[in-house]
């Protein structure tokens, strides 16, 4: 493994049948770095990102995550990434601590660590007094913030986070890029999916996906040269839509 | 170690503020055993008795008296005309007719055995043998008492006994009382469905809520899943059984006659099976619907064949061979054993070495089939 690199993928492949949800995408990240994965909906995004999390196993291809092989140390590759799904996935029936805590635990932090944690990161996000509450009584922004302070609570090298702001509103998208923001000066890899154009100007780097395969990859100011364009919506329409006229 | 304990403190958690849950634990044993016990009762009671009574004497009336003081039958009409007799049965208004001839009082203080006739309508094969098997136990009883009062010499009692007719002695339950039977029967059916649907809609709706991908990220070891999903069931599941026990006791006056620490013993083995066998339909299925119907298709062949409500002996060749991988029936022959007969842990050495043998057989599955990675 390279130093500085933390995801490596080469000709990695997902295939259901003859219908090839991920198609030889070949890419890497750098240490650090926030990444952006970015495709219209159904052009493999969340599949890839399942892939690389060990939730899936690949048809083809090969990757590294945090160094370890994709095939054989899945579980290795756990203990170093912390991943937020597309689907809500805290407990609702559980207070926010309480669902920090059996993440935590799962990690193998201790009771106290998590509590100390969990309070400092909510306090930065002035959410310290919603401990207790249940989360099932919490606004759909705020859950998504939970969800992404409990992805990176056992301060993993690399966060994947799978269309974190779908459904929320502009102010609580802000909101979520800086703590993304302030992952990654904390040394944190971070890898996003979305299909919101603005928010793939946060990003260093950017890989447009379609239909399976990676069509552009660079920084935003890279990719907005390379496709002639004023901003990323015309990059992604002229990728997405070749045909059309802008 | 401490993983685990996470886990079980978020099932505990999840189990206990879930308003359904308090009164799955509390409310379900004892409805169960109330409604199933009394209302599953094959015993026959107000049968209709005709006494054609040509005697008139004071014990032909006693005879009577203690006939319609059993409770099983229910005096329709006292008569000394047999034709008339004859003719209510024929109208299906009597089930049986004591036919009691003129001369027993007489016979009875030369103490010569007196022969008294008992006429069933038998269209009803069962009713006619129960009520056969009542009034036999009740001349019985009247026999002795006669022998008590000294009406019969002591010498004589063995002939009036025994005069041609066979007497069965009813062991483990002498009054053929059917709850005896029964109570432990629904204390195993009870124990396996709480325990196979609770664990069965348990993994299955992590899948549904989308939290399973959260833990499948995680590095959590598979057996510790499946340990943290069976144990807080595992301690339900004994609790339940406690409750049965306790019900059995108060209500039904049904002590354990065994040994207690057998009885939990199996009792705890038995849960692991029946956990295991929800845990992997849990793992099998992608929906809580899924998982239910999956559930009950297995539980209603496991229940009506597992000797409960029809004795396995009564049973065709085949569907006797495919009992011995119902492990309900291992369970009711175990409860009924340890509850009634008093047996040890040596006379089920071999329900145990079945039992154990699916529940390990089940777990292990279970894990397997619990992928962390989807292919």
Redo the contacts between chains.
């Keep these: 493994m390279k130093e500085n690199i933390s995801i490596e993928v080469s000709n990695l492949s997902k295939h259901y049948g003859k219908f090839k949800a991920v198609d030889e995408i070949t890419f890497d990240v750098k240490k650090g770095e926030i990444f952006g994965f970015l495709g219209a909906n159904g052009a493999g995004k969340s599949t890839a990102m399942k892939m690389l999390c060990g939730l899936l196993g690949p048809t083809s291809g090969e990757g590294t995550v945090a160094g370890f092989d994709i095939y054989k140390q899945s579980e290795q590759i756990k203990k170093n990434i912390g991943y937020m799904s597309q689907k809500f996935s805290l407990y609702n029936d559980l207070t926010v601590l309480e669902n920090m805590i059996f993440y935590g635990g799962i990690y193998g932090l201790s009771r106290k660590y998590i509590k100390e944690k969990t309070t400092t990161l909510l306090k930065e996000l002035g959410f310290d007094d919603k401990l207790g509450t249940m989360v099932s009584s919490l606004p759909l922004g705020w859950k998504q913030k939970i969800s992404f302070t409990l992805a990176h609570i056992h301060n993993p090298a690399i966060v994947f986070l799978d269309e974190p702001t779908g459904g929320v509103d502009p102010v609580t998208r802000r909101d979520f890029w800086e703590m993304i923001y302030k992952a990654a000066e904390g040394g944190t890899t971070v890898f996003v999916t979305t299909h919101y154009m603005d928010e793939a100007e946060y990003c260093d780097r950017i890989s447009m996906m379609v239909d399976g395969q990676i069509h552009g990859l660079g920084s935003p100011a890279e990719l907005k040269k390379q496709f002639e364009s004023t901003n990323m919506d015309e990059v992604f329409i002229k990728l997405a839509r070749p045909n059309e006229k802008v | 170690m401490?993983?685990l304990?996470?886990?079980l403190?978020?099932e505990f958690?999840?189990i206990f503020?879930?308003k359904a849950m308090l009164p799955i634990i509390f409310v379900i044993p004892v409805v169960q055993l109330m409604i199933l016990s009394f209302a599953v009762d094959y015993e026959i009671k107000n049968l209709k008795l005709t006494v054609v009574d040509a005697d008139r004497g004071v014990y032909s009336r006693k005879l009577t008296e203690k006939f319609t003081a059993s409770g099983y039958f229910h005096l329709l009409e006292y008569t000394s005309d047999n034709e008339e007799a004859a003719n209510l049965m024929h109208g299906w208004k009597t089930d049986v007719i004591l036919v009691i001839p003129n001369g027993f009082d007489k016979d009875l203080m030369n103490d010569e055995v007196p022969l008294v006739q008992l006429r069933m309508d038998a269209v009803d094969g069962t009713k006619a043998g129960m009520a056969a098997g009542y009034s036999q136990a009740i001349i019985r009883d009247f026999i002795f008492e006669l022998v008590g009062e000294e009406m019969i010499s002591m010498n004589k009692q063995p002939e009036f006994l025994y005069k041609g007719e066979v007497i069965p002695i009813n062991y483990y339950n002498p009054y053929m009382n059917y709850k005896v039977y029964m109570v432990p029967g629904i204390l195993a059916i009870l124990v396996t469905m709480v325990g196979a649907f609770l664990s069965s809609m348990n993994i299955v709706r992590e899948k549904e809520?989308?939290?399973i991908?959260?833990?499948?990220?995680?590095?959590?070891a598979r057996y510790q899943f499946i340990l943290g999903k069976t144990i807080p069931f595992w301690v339900i599941g004994l609790f339940e059984f406690s409750i049965g026990l306790v019900v059995a006791r108060l209500v039904f006056d049904i002590h354990v006659e065994g040994s207690l620490f057998v009885l939990y013993f199996f009792t705890s083995i038995y849960l692991f099976l029946i956990l295991g066998f929800g845990l992997l339909i849990s793992t099998v299925t992608a929906t809580q619907q899924q998982a239910m119907f999956i559930s009950w298709f297995f539980l209603v062949i496991f229940l009506l064949m597992g000797g409960l409500f029809t004795p396995v002996e009564n049973m065709p060749d085949w569907a006797q061979k495919f009992t011995y991988v119902n492990p309900v029936r291992f369970f009711i022959e175990v409860l009924r054993g340890i509850m009634l007969k008093g047996a040890g842990f040596t006379d089920l050495l071999n329900q145990f070495m079945l039992i154990s043998g699916y529940a390990i057989l089940l777990i292990w599955f279970a894990v397997r089939r619990y992928k962390?990675?989807?292919?």
């Design positions: 401490k993983v304990f996470f886990i403190e978020k958690r999840q503020r879930n809520l989308g939290t991908e959260q833990i499948n990220v995680t590095p959590i962390k990675v989807d292919n």
